[in-house]
């Protein structure tokens, strides 16, 4: 195990890493005056763990990350909620996931870490230090976040950090950031990919915006009611946005109001 200052130290030198990129963002757009996609939220089933906080569409099923510690990962269907499959994992208070190349990669927010995992075993098959870790800006934060969600497109995956406020684009052989456009607020959450942009989560704002991937500039935005459970994991399948909240458990889909 790590001691304190070894860890300060990794948490400074990621920091510092990511510090370039981060910094000088500036507001690419009014957030009150952003075309708004209407929506309407339905309450498709409860997450078979304790804490979802991370989606991730495919083909033939739902995965959901639990935050519960240590982390498990499960597939579900889509019409009921139904296990298709249960996976242990090692990351520690996960809060992302996607697919790509065979596997899962998780964010283990708390080590501070991006990890590759056997979707059938749950083991780690390599892990690499998340750019741009640190304090968040909101809450009462006691010690270092890292990533949030997760998004492959392409050979490559897309992360998305809150302490750093970023969104990074990343090369998965060897963790390297490729380039980095700014997050749509402080805490940004779950990610997905559709027709060339991206949509992210900003979980204090209840919204999901709509990003061009080349600059981060904010093109429109779903907005969610205040009634509404809360977004956090987020992932498309089909066109159809698919949301959880970690605190109630619900899984949830946008439809056409």
């Known amino acids: 195990m790590m ?3 070894e860890l300060s130290r990794r948490v400074f030198l990621s920091a510092l890493a990511g510090a370039p990129l981060a910094l000088g963002w500036a507001p690419l757009a009014d957030k009150s005056n952003l075309p708004t996609v209407p929506k309407r939220v ?4 409860l997450a078979p763990g304790k804490m979802p906080n991370g989606l991730q569409a495919v083909d033939d099923g739902l995965w959901i990350l639990d935050q519960e510690d240590p982390n498990k990962v499960h597939k579900v269907r889509y019409e009921d909620g139904s296990v298709l499959a249960e996976i242990q994992t090692e990351s520690i208070h996960g809060s992302g996931i996607t697919y790509g190349d065979g596997a899962l990669w998780i964010a283990s927010t708390y080590s501070l870490k991006t990890l590759k995992v056997d979707p059938a075993t749950g083991k780690t098959l390599a892990a690499f230090d998340t750019p741009g870790c640190g304090l968040v800006r909101w809450g009462t934060p006691t010690r270092p976040s890292g990533a949030h969600g997760l998004e492959w497109v392409a050979g490559r995956y897309w992360i998305v950090v809150p302490p750093s406020e970023t969104i990074y684009l990343v090369e998965p052989a060897s963790g390297k950031v490729m380039r980095s456009i700014p997050a749509p607020g402080v805490r940004p959450h779950g990610l997905a990919w559709d027709n060339g942009f ?31 459970p809360e ?13 959880c909240d970690a605190a109630s458990r619900w899984v949830c889909r946008l439809v056409s109001p």
Not at 42 to 45: L, N, P, Q, S, W
Not at 199 to 228: F, H
Request: hydrophobic share 40%; charged share 25%; net charge positive.
């Open 3 to 5: 001691s304190d200052t």
């Open 42 to 45: 339905v309450k498709a089933f």
């Open 198 to 228: 991206l949509w992210c989560v900003e979980s204090n704002d209840r919204a999901i915006y709509k990003l061009d991937p080349r600059d981060g500039r904010l093109l429109a935005k779903v907005q969610l009611a205040m009634t509404d």
């Open 231 to 243: 977004p956090h994991g987020m992932s498309m399948h089909r066109g159809v946005i698919w949301y």
